[in-house]
């Protein structure tokens, strides 16, 4: 019940083009949805986040959906770059619990051509 | 204010050696955890500390591994007579999660990459 799910696991975007990926949880109880990219010998970083109480959000070219009757989110960027080729993952967690664990999914290797 | 510090960046132990593994969290920040992801896969959790106590071990293997952040100086991930499965990116987050404010925020370090021969 801890699960979350992520695909495609690869996905090649032209330049200018949009990129979506998608999430599913099982845990009910999840209330914080961040997005993560990382890029080659880094650490992830924190891209974008939402809470379950909204169903869109917005930054800039990225913007996460959530349905929460279906559980699953996505993350759409748009204008998609060169620069923005790397590796995204979707997390879960309980952000009102303390030092909750993020559970994330597998990753998705994104590239964008030029 | 310096990010999530981790050192060694690269490590590499034969079979059998101790392996040694540093996280300096953001300042102010005394919430730890340690994740590990192995190729091509994403990160799993391992185990979150706050400053002199293991709060939750759940996803550390039962033997050869253990995690302290002691009072003062970094927080260890300490792995034992390490084997080549062992091999994989471990990467420290701290968060600064205070009663009453958004908890989930973890800011990353830049792993550390260890390499069992």
């Known amino acids: 019940q801890q699960q979350v799910k992520q695909s495609p696991q690869s996905l090649i975007v032209q330049k200018g083009g949009i990129s979506i990926i998608n999430c599913a949880y099982e845990?009910?109880?999840?209330?914080?949805f961040p997005w993560y990219q990382q890029f080659p010998g880094k650490g992830p970083a924190l891209l974008i986040a939402?809470?379950?109480?909204?169903s869109e959000k917005k930054e800039g070219r990225f913007t996460i959906s959530f349905n929460k009757s279906a559980k699953q989110f996505s993350l759409h960027i748009m204008d998609s770059q060169p620069g923005d080729s790397a590796t995204y993952f979707c997390?879960?967690?309980?952000?009102?619990?303390?030092?909750?664990?993020?559970?994330f999914g597998e990753g998705t290797q994104l590239t964008v051509n030029p | 204010n310096a990010g999530v510090m981790q050192n060694p960046r690269h490590l590499v132990r034969r079979r059998g050696q101790e392996a040694r593994l540093r996280c300096s969290p953001m300042?102010?920040?005394?919430?730890v955890y340690w994740y590990r992801q192995l190729p091509e896969e994403g990160l799993k959790f391992m185990v979150y500390l706050q400053k002199e106590n293991i709060i939750d071990e759940s996803g550390m293997p039962k033997e050869r591994f253990s995690a302290e952040f002691p009072k003062e100086g970094p927080s260890i991930l300490r792995i034992q007579q390490v084997v080549r499965g062992d091999s994989a990116a471990y990467f420290c987050?701290?968060?600064?999660?205070?009663?009453?404010?958004?908890?989930?925020?973890?800011?990353f370090g830049p792993g550390t990459r260890l390499t069992v021969l």
């Open positions: 997390a879960a967690s309980l952000e009102e619990t303390s030092g909750s664990r993020l559970t």
């Open positions: 845990n009910t109880a999840f209330d914080y």
């Open positions: 987050a701290s968060s600064p999660w205070a009663p009453g404010t958004s908890g989930a925020r973890q800011y």
């Open positions: 939402i809470r379950p109480d909204v």
């Open positions: 300042k102010g920040h005394s919430h």
